[in-house]
């Protein structure tokens, strides 16, 4: 049992060999839970940091939660090094806004790291209203002999300071400190849904409901609105943003997604205000299949470049779609991520989980891409031999050394004996937020308030 040190949080951790189809690879699982959660403990946002090392997640509670890669152990050089949580804090508390009467929930909606450029650690967290700029960084040293001050920190006479001394370092046990660099705050009206680090490293955008904003790290009291969607009459108000990120190597260049299924790159260098698009994405409709949750289900949850900057990625409530940047008028791939739920969109409606917004994540070489469903299944598909394989995050399935069995749904008709029937599908139990591995095959898979590690084994 580990106890995090700043909040009532019990994780867990169980170390088992799990194995499925070759093609993709062969992981092994731990979990990092906790035993009995409540709604803040529910995990919002996963993320790796650009070497992999560190892997941050925040929760509805408004903790951050850091997780280091332990090194591989020379008494057993083939055993990968696990995670094991390294730093938590809480990023942002409850607040209430006098001015509109609105509560402004804890919640973390989103974690992006910075490049690292010294010991330090720095990563951007946000809530529905603000940014902030937290440094992680180790102290294993403590100085000690001022002048001015005694050794618990309190103020001497300075009628008693007769000699001057020579401060020293002495060692301590390591501490791991998180601290608050920047708050940027007062700049969204709407909630924001992303935020994304540009290429130069200097600035970054966050991006709400109508409108994306350029920030520069230094700058915390001003931003500059470059996207701006709000008709001057709110009832002709026809879509919203739903997510936005930078270009991986051009900084001038970014895309935004829409709830109407459709995807705008835009160019910096054009005009200040990116308004009109360089290029916009949209697959036409087929008539045959419209229906009334037909704009419902093509609003586009998460949206992401490929790390070769060729490609976006985007994921709607049925499918994961592959963009060439040179061919806007449909993508180059179509995934169902799980089809047999169109014929319970009705339902899926009345409970309100057609409105779930699902994440997508790329491999490290761009060949898989991985995103989840419900019954804490998440799918990944090889784009190379168009393979695509179901797994199941939960506790039952991760005994240690047991296999980790891909899983088929049963639509109709006579159900196999390990399958499971569409109707007997949990649909509270549902993975929305992945992460991979910059380099590796290790993903990070969050279940509600659990959170899946796994990672190649090693023969």
């Not at 709604?39 to 941050?56: K, P």
């Not at 608050?180 to 935020?195: D, E, G, L």
């Amino acid at each position: 049992m580990v106890l995090l040190p700043f909040f009532n949080y019990r994780f867990r951790k169980m170390k088992c060999f799990s194995r499925y189809l070759s093609y993709i690879f062969r992981p092994a699982t731990s979990i990092l839970s906790c035993s009995c959660h409540t709604e803040a403990d529910i995990i919002s946002t996963v993320e790796f940091n650009h070497t992999g090392e560190l892997l941050a997640t925040g929760d509805k509670g408004g903790r951050v939660v850091i997780f280091q890669r332990e090194q591989e152990s020379k008494n057993q050089p083939h055993r990968r090094g696990e995670y094991n949580v390294y730093s938590t804090f809480q990023s942002h508390e409850p607040e209430f806004d006098y001015l509109k009467s609105l509560e402004i929930e804890e919640k973390i909606n989103k974690i992006r790291w910075l490049p690292q450029q010294n010991a330090a650690y720095f990563l951007l967290s946000t809530n529905d209203k603000t940014v902030k700029l937290w440094k992680v960084s180790e102290r294993d040293k403590r100085p000690e002999g001022y002048n001015l001050k005694d050794e618990d920190g309190r103020l001497r006479d300075p009628s008693m300071i007769t000699t001057l001394r020579v401060p020293v370092l002495r060692p301590m046990d390591l501490m791991v400190e998180a601290t608050p660099r920047r708050v940027f705050a007062n700049a969204h009206t709407y909630h924001i849904n992303s935020i994304s680090v540009n290429s130069d490293y200097e600035t970054y955008m966050s991006a709400d409901d109508l409108r994306i904003n350029l920030w520069n790290f230094e700058i915390t009291n001003q931003s500059f609105n470059i996207v701006d969607i709000k008709p001057a009459n709110m009832e002709e108000l026809t879509e919203v943003i739903t997510a936005a990120e930078f270009h991986p190597h051009h900084c001038n260049t970014f895309v935004y997604s829409s709830s109407k299924g459709t995807i705008r790159l835009c160019d910096m260098r054009t005009s200040a205000l990116c308004d009109r698009h360089a290029k916009f994405f949209e697959e036409p409709e087929d008539p045959s299949n419209r229906s009334f949750f037909s704009e419902i289900i093509s609003s586009i949850s998460d949206v992401k470049f490929s790390h070769s900057g060729r490609y976006i990625m985007t994921r709607d409530y049925l499918t994961v779609k592959v963009w060439d940047l040179n061919m806007e008028n449909r993508p180059i791939e179509t995934y169902q991520v799980h089809d047999y739920l169109r014929s319970k969109l009705c339902s899926l409606y009345e409970n309100d989980c057609i409105f779930d917004k699902f994440e997508c994540v790329w491999n490290g070489t761009d060949s898989v891409i991985m995103t989840g469903s419900y019954n804490n299944f998440f799918r990944m598909f090889d784009r190379n031999t168009k393979r695509d394989v179901t797994l199941e995050a939960s506790r039952e399935n991760s005994k240690p050394r047991a296999i980790l069995k891909p899983r088929k749904v049963c639509v109709g008709g006579k159900r196999r004996k390990d399958e499971i029937s569409v109707d007997s599908l949990d649909f509270s139990k549902k993975i929305l937020h992945t992460a991979w591995h910059p380099s590796e095959n290790i993903i990070a898979v969050a279940a509600t308030n659990n959170l899946y590690i796994f990672q190649d084994k090693v023969n």
